[in-house]
C-alpha cells in the first residue's frame, strides 16, 4: 500500500511528514538511549530481508496481490523505535530507488507501515502476549492488525486529500483485511523458523510478560 | 553469534530476490484496485528524480530473469546499508 505521487493533497502530505518527523526524532532519541551496537548488523540485514519480502507479491482474491509488509517482525527483533528506523529505511530506499511510493507522499507512508505498523503494533503484540499468555495468536493478531491499520490510515489520508469518497474506508480495511492472512502467516513462519535457529535475537524485553521466550 | 545469524539473514535475502521475487505475483496490490475501482489512479504521478530502477525493472538488460534479479540484489545491498548507516548516525551522532 505505497502511497504514490499525487495522490495527496498538500497539506496531507505536510502533515504526515511532519507526523512522521516527530515520531522519527521521539524514536531516535530512545534508540540512541539503549542500542546495542553489536546488534547494528542484525538490523541492517532485517531491513534488507523486509525489502526482499516485499518484492514477493503473492495473488489473493479478486486479482489483487498483497505482500509481506514486516513492520510485526522489524520491532520484534528490534524494539519498536528501532522497528521504525528498520521500516523507515525499506520505505526510503524504496521511493528513491525503485519508484515505490512517491517522494510527496513518504512521510505518509512512512506514518502508515513504520510508525503505525512496526512501532504501535509492537504495543499492540505486549499487551496481546500479556492478557492471551500465547505467543502464535499474539503473533498472527499483531500482525494482521498491522496490515489492516495500516490500510485504515492510508485510507484516511486519500479520504482527507480529497481524491475518494468515504469508500475507500471499506475498500482499503476489506482487501487488507485479506491480504493481513498472509502477513500473519509469513510472520509468524518467520519468527518460528528464526526463534529455532537463534532464539536471543529477539529483543529480550519483547516477550516480558509473555510465556515462551525466557 | 552476531555474525553468524546475520550472514545467514543475508544469504536468505539474497535467495529471496533470486527464487521467489521472478515468480511474485504481477497482479495490483490492495491500494491499487482500490484507485482503479474507486477513480483516483488518474492523479497517479512519477516524478523522475534519478530513480535507478522505476518499478524495480532494470530496463538495460533483455533476460526477464535478470530484469527483476539486477534490481533486487540491488536493493537488498543498498538497504543493508542504508539501515546500517543510519542505526550507527543514530547512536553516535550527538544532537
Given at each position: 500500500m505505497h502511497i504514490p505521487d499525487g495522490y495527496l493533497s498538500a497539506p496531507v502530505a505536510i502533515g504526515t511528514y511532519l507526523l512522521s518527523g516527530a515520531a522519527g526524532a521521539f524514536a531516535s532519541k530512545k534508540v540512541k538511549e539503549a542500542v546495542d551496537e553489536q546488534k547494528i548488523p542484525l538490523y541492517g540485514v532485517t531491513a534488507a530481508f523486509v525489502f526482499a519480502a516485499q518484492m514477493v507479491n503473492f495473488p489473493v482474491v479478486g486479482g489483487t496481490s498483497g505482500h509481506l509488509l514486516g513492520g510485526l517482525l522489524a520491532s520484534l527483533i528490534a524494539g519498536p523505535y528501532g522497528g521504525f528506523f528498520i521500516m523507515a529505511s525499506v520505505l526510503i530506499v524504496q521511493a528513491l530507488v525503485f519508484a515505490d511510493g512517491g517522494i510527496t507522499a513518504l512521510g505518509a507512508n512512512i506514518f502508515n507501515?513504520?510508525?503505525?505498523?512496526?512501532t504501535l503494533v509492537y504495543f499492540v503484540f505486549r499487551f496481546l502476549i500479556k492478557s492471551t499468555k500465547n505467543e502464535t495468536i499474539s503473533i498472527l493478531l499483531a500482525a494482521w492488525l498491522s496490515v489492516v491499520v495500516s490500510a485504515i490510515a492510508c485510507a484516511a489520508e486519500l479520504w482527507l486529500s480529497g481524491r475518494s469518497s468515504f469508500l475507500v474506508f471499506p475498500a482499503m480495511a476489506g482487501i487488507h483485511a485479506i491480504i493481513g492472512v498472509g502477513e500473519a502467516v509469513i510472520t509468524l513462519g518467520i519468527v518460528q523458523a528464526l526463534k529455532s535457529f537463534r532464539p536471543e535475537i529477539f529483543s529480550a524485553s519483547t516477550y516480558r510478560g509473555g510465556v515462551s521466550s525466557e | 553469534m552476531n555474525r553468524k545469524i546475520v550472514t545467514a539473514m543475508f544469504i536468505v535475502s539474497l535467495l529471496v530476490v533470486l527464487i521467489l521475487a521472478p515468480f511474485a505475483s504481477p497482479l495490483p496490490d490492495g491500494l491499487e484496485k482500490v484507485a482503479e475501482k474507486l477513480g483516483f489512479s488518474k492523479f497517479e504521478k512519477q516524478y523522475p528524480i534519478s530513480f535507478l530502477f522505476p518499478d524495480y525493472e532494470a530496463v538495460f538488460v533483455n533476460s526477464p530473469y535478470l530484469k527483476v534479479v539486477l534490481p533486487g540484489l540491488f536493493g537488498v545491498a543498498v538497504t543493508f546499508a542504508f539501515t546500517t548507516g543510519l542505526y550507527l548516525i543514530i547512536s553516535r551522532v550527538k544532537i
Amino acid at each position: 500500500m505505497h502511497i504514490p505521487d499525487g495522490y495527496l493533497s498538500a497539506p496531507v502530505a505536510i502533515g504526515t511528514y511532519l507526523l512522521s518527523g516527530a515520531a522519527g526524532a521521539f524514536a531516535s532519541k530512545k534508540v540512541k538511549e539503549a542500542v546495542d551496537e553489536q546488534k547494528i548488523p542484525l538490523y541492517g540485514v532485517t531491513a534488507a530481508f523486509v525489502f526482499a519480502a516485499q518484492m514477493v507479491n503473492f495473488p489473493v482474491v479478486g486479482g489483487t496481490s498483497g505482500h509481506l509488509l514486516g513492520g510485526l517482525l522489524a520491532s520484534l527483533i528490534a524494539g519498536p523505535y528501532g522497528g521504525f528506523f528498520i521500516m523507515a529505511s525499506v520505505l526510503i530506499v524504496q521511493a528513491l530507488v525503485f519508484a515505490d511510493g512517491g517522494i510527496t507522499a513518504l512521510g505518509a507512508n512512512i506514518f502508515n507501515m513504520a510508525f503505525i505498523g512496526s512501532t504501535l503494533v509492537y504495543f499492540v503484540f505486549r499487551f496481546l502476549i500479556k492478557s492471551t499468555k500465547n505467543e502464535t495468536i499474539s503473533i498472527l493478531l499483531a500482525a494482521w492488525l498491522s496490515v489492516v491499520v495500516s490500510a485504515i490510515a492510508c485510507a484516511a489520508e486519500l479520504w482527507l486529500s480529497g481524491r475518494s469518497s468515504f469508500l475507500v474506508f471499506p475498500a482499503m480495511a476489506g482487501i487488507h483485511a485479506i491480504i493481513g492472512v498472509g502477513e500473519a502467516v509469513i510472520t509468524l513462519g518467520i519468527v518460528q523458523a528464526l526463534k529455532s535457529f537463534r532464539p536471543e535475537i529477539f529483543s529480550a524485553s519483547t516477550y516480558r510478560g509473555g510465556v515462551s521466550s525466557e | 553469534m552476531n555474525r553468524k545469524i546475520v550472514t545467514a539473514m543475508f544469504i536468505v535475502s539474497l535467495l529471496v530476490v533470486l527464487i521467489l521475487a521472478p515468480f511474485a505475483s504481477p497482479l495490483p496490490d490492495g491500494l491499487e484496485k482500490v484507485a482503479e475501482k474507486l477513480g483516483f489512479s488518474k492523479f497517479e504521478k512519477q516524478y523522475p528524480i534519478s530513480f535507478l530502477f522505476p518499478d524495480y525493472e532494470a530496463v538495460f538488460v533483455n533476460s526477464p530473469y535478470l530484469k527483476v534479479v539486477l534490481p533486487g540484489l540491488f536493493g537488498v545491498a543498498v538497504t543493508f546499508a542504508f539501515t546500517t548507516g543510519l542505526y550507527l548516525i543514530i547512536s553516535r551522532v550527538k544532537i
